[in-house]
């Protein structure tokens, strides 16, 4: 089959695709990681679509919905992409992104796991901290500035720090140890260069990922996770 391809037409209808999707978000204001995605996957659809209807005057309704599709991928990925951002953290820590985080923090130290609206990394306490000790440990830190040389390439995103502690120890000890751990990450972010939007908060007595039966265990219940946000309104109460 011989392509015929209408550049001038090509250009003309990628131009109007590109000015429905837009370059600014709501209120005129930058787009955030999550409306980048969407402007992306409708430029690329728009786009796909008018050149697979164009380049042959037969089957273009097959060509365009082909067209539309490849486009459309393509302009998600130029988007915002939870699956990349995960595959980028976890290449970082030399680690693999998990189905079960419960089943991996078995044998792993650092889990790296994507759900529908975040990233997430969960570093065990034992890898992390000292007993009682609230300063990340030179292991610690150096894991820690990775994640800070893959947050460079996301500067929209947000970012949530919780310390999470077993049911060791009184309610006070726990929320204190875990408030301190959950500032402790947080401000090494900042001094690190991340320049994210960073909250950070301490759980007691939160649902142990595992049963709080061995040393090993209580450290990954001890935990400290760190959630990787596309925007304000994906954030979730990591304490529940």
């Known amino acids: 089959m011989k392509i015929k391809i209408s550049t001038k037409a090509v250009a003309i209808s990628i131009a109007a695709a590109l000015t429905i999707g837009g370059c600014a978000g709501k209120n005129g204001q930058a787009p955030n990681n999550a409306e980048k995605t969407k402007q992306g996957v409708l430029i690329g659809t728009l786009a796909g679509a008018a050149i697979g209807a164009l380049t042959s005057k037969h089957h273009k309704g ?47 130290d650092i889990i790296v796991t994507k759900h529908d609206r975040y990233v997430k990394i969960t570093f065990k306490s034992k890898m992390m901290f000292e007993t009682d000790s609230a300063d ?7 894991k820690i500035m990775r994640l800070v040389d893959v ?36 401000n090494l ?7 994210n939007k960073i909250y950070a908060r301490g759980c007691s007595y939160t649902k142990p990922l595992v ?30």
């Open 62 to 108: 097959k060509n365009a919905a082909i067209g539309a599709a490849i486009g459309a991928a393509a302009g998600g990925a130029i988007g915002y992409s939870l699956d990349k951002q995960a595959q980028e953290v976890a290449d970082s820590m030399n680690t693999t992104v998990s189905d079960n985080e419960a089943l991996a923090a078995r044998t792993q």
């Open 189 to 195: 972010l900042k001094n690190l260069g991340v320049t």
């Open 136 to 142: 990340p440990t030179p292991e610690a830190r150096e």
């Open 211 to 240: 049963p709080n039966d061995t040393p090993e265990h209580m450290a990954v219940n001890r935990r400290v996770e760190i959630y990787l946000y596309p925007s304000e309104e994906d954030v979730i109460d990591a304490c529940r």
């Open 151 to 186: 947050l460079h390439n996301y500067p929209d995103t947000i970012v949530q720090v919780v310390g999470h502690t077993d049911s060791r120890g009184s309610y006070d000890y726990n929320l204190k140890l875990s408030q301190r751990r959950a500032f402790s990450v947080a």
